[in-house]
């Protein structure tokens, strides 16, 4: 599976257990990191937490294993690193502090209309 394909798979997870504002940026030009960062909102410590473990539980089915997966404790900000793609999970207050779309405002913002079916 390439890093796009498990990008689009995560973005299909976290738009079906209704992320808010999920964007995909492609790093690979300007990172070591990885090829991918998606960044998603939740309403609360408990969407952040489900959203996590569903994008877990989804990308496993699929036999693909996190490298590691931090701020579960806290579910302010969760990362989860496949190595290639970086998802973070956020809740909005926290996202709009640390503004990491404002940090790599570099990485092209891949559209993801086709993707998603919210807003």
Same mark, same amino acid.
């Given at each position: 599976m390439t890093s796009l394909e498990k990008a689009k798979e995560i973005i299909k997870v976290l738009d079906n257990k209704k992320a808010?504002?999920? =964007?995909?940026l492609e790093i690979s030009n300007l990172s070591s990191l990885g090829d991918y960062f998606i960044i998603a909102s939740g309403g609360s410590n408990t969407q952040?937490?489900?959203?996590s473990e569903e994008v877990d539980e989804a990308m496993s089915k699929l036999g693909v294993?996190?490298?590691?997966?931090?701020?579960? =404790?806290?579910?302010q900000w969760i990362l989860i690193d496949y190595s290639d793609v970086m998802v973070h999970?956020? =809740?909005?207050?926290?996202?709009?502090?640390y503004s990491?779309?404002?940090l790599w405002n570099d990485a092209p913002n891949i559209d993801i209309a086709g993707l998603i079916s919210q807003d």
């Open positions: 808010k504002n999920i =964007q995909l952040v937490k489900s959203l294993e996190p490298e590691r997966m931090e701020g579960t =404790q806290t579910a999970i956020f =809740q909005e207050e926290t996202r709009d502090f990491l779309e404002r």
